[in-house]
């Protein structure tokens, strides 16, 4: 099994900054890609940011300027650096990795962390 464990949220002010972060453990033969994706009280959850295994990154048009997810390979950990935090970004942001496991190199599997939640006050 793979498992992401999420740190960093917490509250803070509109204008401010906070840095997520998420660790890939388990028996991983690799990953693919990774992914940050946020969820709103009463909101589908939705994509923030993706990096590919070589750095390609995509972004939500909302956050395009604002957030900057990065990767640590060798770590197996993500990054979301978020800046300039409105109210609006006030959500809970979850982990999400597209993995294969030593037992099954060539199956990929979804795996989603527990999520961190993100208050941003005005």
């Known amino acids: 099994q793979v498992q992401l ?15 997520l972060s998420c ?13 940050w994706y ?3 009280p009463g909101k589908q959850r939705e ?10 990154a995509t972004y939500a048009d909302s956050v395009k300027g604002r957030f900057t997810i990065s990767r640590d390979n060798a770590k197996n950990t993500v990054y979301l650096q ?3 935090l409105k109210p609006e970004d ?3 942001y979850y982990c999400n990795a597209l993995a294969s496991q ?21």
């Open 102 to 122: 030593i037992s099954t190199p060539s199956s990929y599997l979804q795996v989603w962390g527990q999520g961190t939640l993100v208050t941003v006050s005005s």
């Open 47 to 56: 994509l923030v940011a993706t990096i590919n295994s070589i750095g390609g």
């Open 90 to 92: 006030t959500a809970v």
């Open 5 to 19: 464990v999420e740190s960093g949220g917490g509250l803070v002010q509109a204008g401010g900054s906070l840095r």
């Open 23 to 35: 660790a890939a453990s388990g028996r991983i033969f690799r990953i693919a890609a990774m992914g």
């Open 82 to 84: 978020m800046n300039s």
């Open 38 to 40: 946020c969820q709103s």
